[in-house]
């Protein structure tokens, strides 16, 4: 990938951008997961509105990846959420890592997440993997994540409950 990208800390005027690439990236990834009519329905604006509320509220930082002045990627990392990891302050959760689908092949997934890693060593990271999404779960296992045995959640997406896996990296 050229040097013409740039990862950054996202500010709040980020917000329609980080939304435009999770709708695209979702409608892209998820087609053979969630139902046609549900991700036609998603909607920027909604998602914007959202993203406008995280980023003015936080739970740890959220960052962008920036090609020519357009953001084609982002993630954001920080507290787990689960009961069984919240207190052990060696591990941090990845909540998300999404890019443009037209970007696939091109270095910015394997980017986001060695920026997450530079900013998460020496700690260990999480994440949260639906269990039909053969994709995210071959990018996250390329990238030295384990499956943890056992650790297994419902997804609630538009009222369906998808099976989710939970994914451990150590990065000391």
């Known amino acids: 990938m050229g040097q013409d990208c740039t990862i ?3 500010e709040e005027s980020d917000a329609r951008g980080i939304a435009e690439v999770h709708v ?11 139902p046609e009519a549900f991700l ?4 920027v604006t909604d998602r914007e509105e959202m993203w406008k509320k ?3 509220s936080s739970n740890g930082p959220i960052f962008v990846l920036e090609k020519e002045g357009r953001i084609v990627g982002f993630g954001s990392y920080g507290i787990p959420q689960d009961e069984d990891l919240k207190e052990d302050p ?3 959760e990845l909540y998300a890592l999404y890019f443009l689908g037209s970007s696939v092949g091109q270095g910015y997934g394997s980017r986001l997440m060695k920026y997450a ?3 998460l060593s020496p700690h260990r990271i999480s994440v ?18 384990r499956q943890e045995e056992g650790q297994r ?3 609630v997406v538009n009222g369906v409950a998808y099976d989710a896996l939970r994914y451990i990296k150590s990065l000391v």
Do not use: C
Request: cysteine-free; proline content about 2%; charged content about 25%.
């Open 40 to 43: 036609a329905s998603l909607s």
């Open 90 to 92: 060696k591990t941090m």
């Open 153 to 155: 959640k419902d997804y």
């Open 54 to 56: 995280g980023l003015a």
């Open 117 to 119: 890693e530079e900013q």
């Open 128 to 145: 949260w993997v639906l269990d039909a999404n053969e994709g995210a779960r071959a990018f996250y296992a390329k990238r030295g994540f």
């Open 24 to 34: 695209a990236s979702w409608q892209a990834a998820y087609p053979h997961i969630f």
């Open 8 to 10: 950054r800390v996202a």
